[in-house]
Each structure stands twice: as C-alpha cells, then as structure tokens.
C-alpha cells in the first residue's frame, strides 16, 4: 500500500495550536472529492462506502469528512482505480516531484496559490472545508487532469 497523505503527519508535527486535526484533511479531502466525482475511485471504496460516496456527490458531506470516516484520515493507493492512482502520484506527489509536476505544478502548489494566495504551508490548514473553497479549486483540477492525460499520451 502506498500512502500520499495522511492528516496525521499535518497535525503531528508544527500545526497552528487551538486549530481542529479536522483542518489537516480539508487539502486531502478535496482531492478526494474532485477524485469522487471523476470517478477515479476504487472498486473496494465503491463497495464499502457506496453511501458516503453519493453523500460526497451531492454534497451532504465533503470529501474531507469522506477520509475521515471513511479512510482513517489516510489518502491511499487504495482508495484510488488504476488511472485515479496514476493521476495522483504525478500530481499529489507531497514528497518527490514527477516529471508532469516538474512542468506544470504539483497538487499543493495549486491549493496554496489558489486557496491561500500562495501563502506559506502553515497557512494552509487555515482553509475552510466548505464548497466554495472546492469551487474554486474544482477547475484548476480540471485543466490539470487534461493535461496530463495529454502528457502521458505522447504522440
């Protein structure tokens, strides 16, 4: 099992004191909630939380209480299909950068610049888990996943 987060390692280590551990799944929990929607998730998630989904789908719930239920506040290779999987290690990458990411911009640097204004990751934790803040972040994942479906499909 590979693991890309886990809002433990967030609220484990230099997190804004008097701040919820909630606030260390909002940047995981709308990753999984653009990958809910696109239906990269996997088989197994699909048949163990069928509900939650949906509940992320219409949101009755967001994606950062999904891994919280769902996922013991931990964003992996399982929660994922095969191409949700492939999408998230070039753009998710929390550690080594991909080749895609290098040309373009990995997951985190799209939330602070567009959630945060660019601001220090500390700041991120700060960002409120509401639909809104998906909204905005909703299309950047969009154009990034177009992207790099174009990247690994070269001619």
């Keep these: 099992m590979a693991k890309y987060d886990d809002a433990s390692w967030h609220y484990g280590g ?4 008097g ?3 909630k606030n260390a799944s909002t940047h995981i929990g ?9 239906d990269l998730i996997s088989e197994e998630q699909m048949e163990d939380s069928k509900e939650d989904i949906e509940n992320v789908k219409t949101r ?4 950062a209480e999904f891994l919280i239920n769902n996922c013991d506040e931990k964003f992996t290779d399982l929660d994922l299909n095969k191409i949700g999987n492939q999408f998230a290690k070039d753009y998710y990458s929390l550690s080594e950068k991909s080749s895609f990411s ?3 911009a990995d997951y985190l640097d799209d939330y602070a610049k567009i959630l945060n204004n660019g601001s220090a990751e500390i700041d991120l934790y ?4 509401t639909w809104e803040n998906y909204d905005l972040l909703k299309p950047t994942l969009d154009i990034r996943y177009k992207q790099w479906k ?3 499909v070269k001619p």
Excluded: H
Aim: glycine share 4%; net charge neutral; hydrophobic share 35%.
């Design 14 to 17: 230099n997190y804004p004191i």
């Design 19 to 21: 701040l919820s551990n």
């Design 30 to 38: 709308m990753f999984l909630t653009w990958c809910i929607n696109n």
């Design 60 to 63: 009755k719930s967001t994606g």
């Design 102 to 104: 290098n040309k373009y």
């Design 126 to 129: 700060k960002v409120e888990d």
């Design 150 to 152: 174009e990247f690994i």
